[in-house]
């Protein structure tokens, strides 16, 4: 294997939601990838515990997927979304509706999960103002909700830091509780039994503000930047019973759980409850290409599609929305999971996954671990005074020397690797976690 250069300067890249001081005096420099594997800039091998970033669910530079990028490149690097269509923005559109469940039928395109959801937030708005209630402007998130750095997202996300440092975001916003009780769930397998009751706090919010002055919430089917929290059981089908008896529009953010991550094409599926928009990213072109989007209910597009034909019907896109690239590598790993069967895969797996990743309980410090679909948790216990150190050491040790990539959360170890794993995947990855669970220790 060629050991890669690794730049001289890592100075002038600031490096997004990364600690650049003591990145820059180890890095941890990724070069290579194919299928379940990276390879870092030493010429070590890397089990992918962590799909990339959520998002890499095909398994790495798989020959498809690469081939489309490199045929649309030739073919047409570009065209303007706006007054102009290319065929497979339409292609992709379709597919992706036909994947949802219900009568979510319509597509509008974005680059990330970050743009995805203000994308969604402002047709939720919009959408209350073209059917004539204009009052209705309040977004109800929830504690431990994670939507991206956009202001509406951090607006109606629930996690700390990313929320004080930057102002007060948008005015009219509210939150849920949190659905995560350590006591009351701890190491479950799948939906906790405990915290559906949790929903019912959407009519206090509905008390407190009145329901015509609420547009929309949003939910994570399952909470993934803070750590991994399933949803209770009967949750979100309350959340919905709630949201259609005050006409409040329901918007699951799948930007994590979407495309196989939890065993369905959508958690919607899974769960049986179909919101009024999914937002979605990251699997949609298994990481390869930019993108992300909303599809939306027949009924909410059908609203927008009045009055003279040649207006816009809405103001909002972006110079990249349905970029051809991305249009192309989307087709290409939607056609990629139906073949190779990835989200069934992921549904074979789910108990030997879950098997394996509560075999590290008993651990040192180990205080609680949630699996579902093909994602799983191990809390650590913060090291007093050094909240999150525990986990940037098990970050470097898990990388440096036990050479799988895993993801953090706080003092979280966070996993999800590709879908494409078979069982001698799941068994090294949690092998080679486990001895970093205890090296640190
Ligand atoms: C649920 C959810 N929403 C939105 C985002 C933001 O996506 P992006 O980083 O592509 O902007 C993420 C990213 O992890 C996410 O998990």
New binding site residues.
Partial sequence: MTVATVPNDLEAFWMPFTANRSFKKAPRMLVRAKDMHYWSAEGRQLIDGAAG??CVNAGHSREPIVKAIQDQAVEMDFSPPFQVGNPKAFQLATKVAALAPGDLDHVFFAN??????DTALKIAIAYHNVTGQGARQRLIGRVRG????GFG?IAVGGMVPNRKMFGSALPAVDHLPATYNRAEQGFSRGEPEWGGHLADDLENIVGLHDASTIAAVIV?PMA??TGVLPPPKGYLQKLRQICDKYGILLIF?E??TGFGRLSAAFAAERYGVVPDMI?F??GVTSGTVPM?GVIVRKGIYDAFMKGPEHVVELFHGYTYSAHPLACAAGLATLDLYEKEDLFGNAKRLEDKWADAVHSLKGLPNVVDIRTIGIVGAIDLAPKPDAPGKRGMEVMDETFHRQDVLIRIAGDSIVLSPPLMLNENNIGEIVDKVGKAIKAIA
């Fill in positions: 970033l959520w990330s999960g970050s743009e995805a959801v994670y939507h991206g750095v997202g994570e993934g930047s953010d930007v994590i937002t990213a990251k992300g």
